[in-house]
């Protein structure tokens, strides 16, 4: 039945061709679409290496040197006077743990970058830096690449070295999960060399940024006894226990002036990461939005053009359905017949439709959507699988309807009217 359908539609290939050609230019449009989606998905749920649930940032600010209350502090005396407020936030009871960094929390666009050098391989593209106290990631629940717990690295960041991410040198095929105690240096010839105490987990900018985008770290710890450590601890946050976030900014607040006023330290706001986070994200999102909308009314238009062709073409075979039922074929031969056919035209334009995806993919056509690992066989052809099961319900839908139609006429007023 299946090589004589193939051969009925081969024979009919003058009214086929036209169709074909339709269904290779739809495939190819859809396959772009369904790409778009797939990376979007894959990209919006790989893991961002931090959590910030329950996470609060506090805007330290300082007091204008025309204050009256304003004293003048050295270098030494401020690293004090900081040390001494996150010392007093960590004994409030919400306060689960609070640490300092420097361009180094999540949801944060500015950026320290480094380049750095494993034996002869020198990084490629940006490396961030990001200088932390140990508590850093018991904050943000930063975990290593190789299991580590963020106790464990709060502990291991107290000694001497670096902390780098697992993809540093992805690039050159290395991976550092398997190099630890190795030593790291700068390649520029400062003589600068630190042992990599642990390797993390990549951590990204945000859900809508795909891996290999800006998500490279190396994590040194704040050396407080330095004086440019006044400039480091810059970012304090805090984790407050899953049970105590309610009230948590407003109480702080109400506390502030009493309780955290500190030399010329004083709390200005806090801010809690989510809404960091929808700031961080909103342009994002907007985008994604858009273009799932343009998408989605492409998708519309494409099944309507489809339906519509289909359509036509099954209404101007009525005469031939109603042969077949008076030469005693049943309802779903005839069914199996017309779609089949339609079904048979999009086998055949796939092969060539997924040739041509695989050259948009070749010349990184479809790195506009973010697409970093752009020639990927394996979500190629998943694309082009959600591609035909898309185009075979709209042409299953085109055919059916109007051929079920069509079968509830009498086969004599059908081939009368023809």
């Not at 508590?135 to 717990?149: D, L, P």
């Not at 004086?227 to 407003?250: G, H, P, Q, Y």
């Not at 506390?255 to 200005?268: Q, Y």
């Not at 030469?327 to 017309?338: E, H, K, L, Y």
Request: hydrophobic fraction near 45%; glycine fraction near 6%; charged fraction near 20%.
């Amino acid at each position: 039945m299946n090589r004589k359908l193939i051969k009925q539609t081969l024979n009919d290939w003058r009214s086929n061709m036209w169709l074909a050609l339709e269904l290779l230019i739809v495939s190819i449009v859809v396959w772009y679409t369904v790409d778009y989606c797939c990376v979007t998905y894959v990209t919006y749920n790989e893991p961002l290496g931090f959590e910030v649930d329950h996470c609060y940032k506090i805007n330290v600010c300082t007091l204008n040197s025309n204050s009256p209350d304003y004293t003048e502090r050295d270098a030494s005396q401020v690293i004090t006077d900081k040390l001494e407020l996150i010392d007093r936030l960590s004994r409030r009871p919400e306060v689960e743990v609070a640490s300092y960094s420097n361009v180094a929390h999540p949801y944060n666009w500015n950026s320290t970058g480094e380049t750095v050098a494993y034996d002869t391989i020198v990084s490629e593209g940006m490396v961030n830096a990001r200088n932390v106290s140990p508590e850093y990631f018991k904050v943000f629940k930063i975990r290593g690449a190789n299991g580590e717990t963020p106790e464990q690295l709060a502990a291991l960041l107290e000694n001497e070295g670096v902390f780098i991410s697992s993809n540093v040198f992805e690039n050159s095929g290395i991976d550092m999960r398997t190099h630890v105690h190795d030593t790291i240096h700068d390649p520029f010839g400062y003589n600068y060399s630190w042992e990599i105490k642990a390797v993390i987990n990549p951590i990204r900018y945000s859900e809508y940024m795909a891996h290999g985008t800006m998500d490279k770290t190396i994590i040194r710890k704040i050396n407080y006894g330095d004086k440019s450590a006044s400039f480091l601890l810059d970012e304090l946050c805090v984790r407050v226990k899953d049970n105590m976030d309610k009230d948590f900014i407003t109480n702080l607040m109400a506390d502030a002036p009493k309780h955290f006023r500190v030399g010329n330290l004083f709390i200005g706001s806090v801010s809690s990461f989510d809404n960091l986070r929808d700031n961080v994200v909103s342009e994002d999102r907007q985008k994604l939005l858009s273009m799932v909308s343009g998408m989605a009314f492409l998708l519309i238009n494409v099944f309507l053009g489809l339906f519509g062709t289909f359509w036509f073409r099954t209404q101007q075979r009525v005469g031939e359905i109603a042969i077949r039922k008076v030469n005693g074929a049943t309802r779903s031969d005839i069914f199996r017949r017309m779609i089949g056919e339609g079904l048979v035209i999009l086998s055949v334009v796939t092969i060539p439709a997924i040739c041509i995806d695989m050259l948009l993919a070749h010349f990184e056509l479809n790195t506009a959507y973010g697409a970093a690992d752009y020639f990927n066989i394996g979500r190629i052809i998943v694309s082009a699988l959600i591609t035909y099961a898309l185009i075979a319900l709209m042409i299953i839908a085109g055919i059916g309807i109007p051929a079920w139609r069509a079968m509830r006429l009498d086969p004599a007023v059908a081939l009368h009217d023809e």
